[in-house]
């Protein structure tokens, strides 16, 4: 089956920094992957949709210049939140579309503190 | 408007019960629905895909009707290992997909 990696799975940063999580497709080859944010009790929300060789389109509302998305092939995608700040700290999931039915498969998520 | 909404529950029921969750979505245009399960913590993971004249895998059957945009999901014979928290998915262009908050089921031993 399709396998999604995410790296790191959690991260505890200082106000201020920045970090950079990492999507894999690790058995097949994704040409777009998507980046979700899941506070507590909340549904996921799309943030992004990453695609290979291009510039990531983001939705209402996310600053793309804090969530910067680079998508530099067709099996890595990363998402760097910038200068951090608590209010970030949520559960950051990405997924990556395998197949011709466009099915979503998810990583297991990176779990981000900003104290 | 919610474009999906779920009763967030808690659904609390006796193993071994059958228990249903509703679900309904705004966008009359939406053409794919999914029900995704996610454990605690953790990634969300695809349980099934929902038809219009209704699916079964196993214990699971999901119902659509379009005509009333809901999407439901039934339950049989429920085991421990089903207490998690059912996300009702619908797409509202080819691929991107919106998420319903979530009903929270606890099955009791």
């Known amino acids: 089956g399709a396998v999604v990696s995410q790296h790191p799975s959690w991260v505890i940063c200082k106000s201020g920094t920045s970090v950079k999580i990492e999507c894999r497709s690790l058995d097949f080859q994704a040409t777009t992957m998507f980046w979700y944010r899941q506070f507590p009790k909340q549904s996921l929300m799309l943030m992004a949709t990453?695609?290979?060789?291009?510039?990531?389109?983001?939705e209402q509302g996310v600053e793309k210049d804090k969530f910067l998305i680079n998508h530099a092939s067709l099996t890595l995608s990363t998402l760097t939140v910038t200068s951090a700040h608590p209010e970030d700290s949520s559960f950051y999931i990405c997924?990556?579309?395998?197949?011709?039915?466009?099915?979503?498969?998810f990583g297991p998520g990176t779990r981000l503190t900003v104290l | 408007r919610k474009e999906v909404e779920q009763d967030p529950g808690p659904f609390n029921v006796p193993e071994g019960a059958t228990v249903a969750f509703n679900c309904t979505y705004s966008?009359?245009?939406?053409?794919?629905f999914f029900w995704y399960r996610q454990d605690c913590r953790k990634e969300p993971k695809l349980l099934m895909s929902v038809y219009s004249s209704g699916n079964e895998d196993g214990r699971f059957t999901a119902q659509l009707n379009r005509a009333s945009q809901y999407i439901s999901l039934l339950i049989r014979d429920s085991k421990l290992s089903d207490s998690a928290t059912y996300l009702c998915?619908?797409?509202?262009?080819?691929?991107?997909?919106?998420f319903g908050t979530g009903t929270r089921l606890t099955i009791i031993p």
């Open positions: 998915v619908v797409n509202r262009d080819p691929e991107k997909l919106t």
């Open positions: 966008n009359s245009a939406s053409q794919s």
């Open positions: 990453s695609n290979e060789g291009s510039k990531a389109t983001y």
């Open positions: 997924s990556a579309v395998w197949g011709g039915l466009g099915t979503q498969y």
